[in-house]
């Protein structure tokens, strides 16, 4: 099945720096990659996504990159603002198999003022 | 509704009570997720229910825990003779047809003293 691994597992930016997150699939036949962000306490809450005829997606200050020859995307935050602290998770789904998202472990991104 | 709604949002129970959780998805989502995300931790996979098509239900960790979706619409999440370890927060997530976005409740946090 699929297998999604993700790091940094923690990253700490000044305020108005970029983040950068990234995760790798395991499943060529996943075509279809969302992120989520999780504030402490909250419901996990989709921020972007991208389907894998699309190599890039912007959104505001946010992005995404999808490389599906070396089956890995990232999540780019540009001008980082305090209220972007949160964790991120990264997730994919294939078109075979489980019909679920695969999630990854998860960034604590700390955005320090 | 507005959005996927959870009851209850909190539960307590002594070791060994069965429990049940309840999970109201966004109207018209044909697609409804499961996951248990433990402290600190990412999402589990649990188990997954698309229109009338059987569950999939590869991610319950053991034969304590079982779900059910009524209707294509509301689904409850049982688990018996509830053990400590399965203290955590349960989510339940809606989405649309094919690769449509997951949307994720508030949760059901769960502790089992």
């Known amino acids: 099945g699929e297998n999604v691994e993700q790091h940094p597992s923690t990253l700490s930016v000044q305020e108005g720096d970029s983040a950068v997150i990234k995760c790798t699939y395991s499943?060529?036949?996943?075509?279809?990659f969302p992120w989520y962000k999780q504030e402490l306490g909250k419901r996990p809450q989709l921020i972007i996504d991208?389907?894998?005829?699309?190599g890039e997606k912007k959104d505001q200050r946010i992005a995404v990159t999808l490389n599906k020859t070396a089956k890995h995307f990232s999540l780019h935050i540009t001008e980082t603002q305090p209220e972007d602290s949160a964790v991120y998770f990264c997730?994919?789904?294939?078109?075979?198999?489980?019909?679920?998202?695969?999630f990854g472990s998860g960034t604590r991104l700390q955005v320090q003022p | 509704g507005a959005g996927v709604s959870q009851s209850p949002s909190n539960k307590v129970t002594e070791k060994g009570k069965d429990v049940e959780l309840r999970c109201d998805p966004i109207?018209?989502?044909?697609?409804l997720y499961w996951y248990r995300q433990s402290l600190g931790q990412g999402l589990e996979f649990l188990i997954y229910f698309q229109g009338n098509s059987a569950p999939d239900k590869s991610g319950l960790p053991s034969d304590r825990f079982s779900a059910e979706r009524t209707g294509g619409s509301v689904s409850t999440l049982t688990i018996q003779r509830t053990q400590q370890e399965d203290s955590a927060v349960y989510l339940c997530a809606s989405g649309g047809v094919g690769n449509q976005p997951q949307h994720f409740g508030d949760g059901t946090r769960l502790s089992i003293l």
């Open positions: 997730a994919a789904r294939s078109l075979t198999g489980r019909r679920a998202l695969t």
């Open positions: 499943d060529s036949a996943s075509n279809y």
């Open positions: 991208i389907r894998s005829n699309v």
């Open positions: 109207s018209g989502h044909t697609a």
